[in-house]
Structure formats: C-alpha cells, structure tokens
C-alpha cells in the first residue's frame, strides 16, 4: 500500500515537512503537481483512501497500491469522495479542473 498523500495537493503527513520543502522548490518544474496553494500539516488521521470505479484489488499475495484506490487529505476527501462513481484518471482530472 502506497503511504498516505493527497493526490490533488500533495499534502504528506507531518513527519514528511523535508518532502513539502522540496515539492516547493520543484514546483517551477512540476506545476501539475504542485500546483495551488501549499499544502497545511497533516498527521496520518488525516488521509482516507477513495475507492474509484476502476479499483483493481491486488491479487492475493501480492504486494503493492491497488489501481483506483486513491489517498486524499482531510481538505479534499469530501470533494474525492463524491466523485467516486467516476474511475480515479476522470475524478482526478475534475479535481485539478476545479481547484
Ligand atoms: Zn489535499
């Protein structure tokens, strides 16, 4: 399973602040990741998984983040949330449409 991390802002929980440092010092590079405003701390609590239309579950034994299962931090799960009746490329592209 992928480590929490909200896939519209990119917001990591608190004990990642070097990553948060970094992504702003990218973020000339990678507008489409970083884009908006900088993400708030977050602890662990603040991510919850969004399981889109396209969730694949791992086969069993196998290790790894299940396709359409997305993280999302507390300032976006009820946005996420509510568009997973949509497979998780389409959710995220209306996401990064209306931020
Ligand atoms: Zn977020």
Known sequence: MMPPHCNLCGARPFPAEPLKTLASRIRVFLPFVTSGPPPTPKTYQDFSLVQFTDYKPL????????????????????????????????????LRRDR
Do not use: K, V
């Open 59 to 94: 086969p069993e034994g196998m290790t790894g983040h299940p396709d359409g299962y997305l993280w999302f931090c507390s300032d976006h799960i009820e946005q996420a949330t509510g568009l997973s009746h949509c497979s998780s490329t389409e959710a995220l592209r209306i």
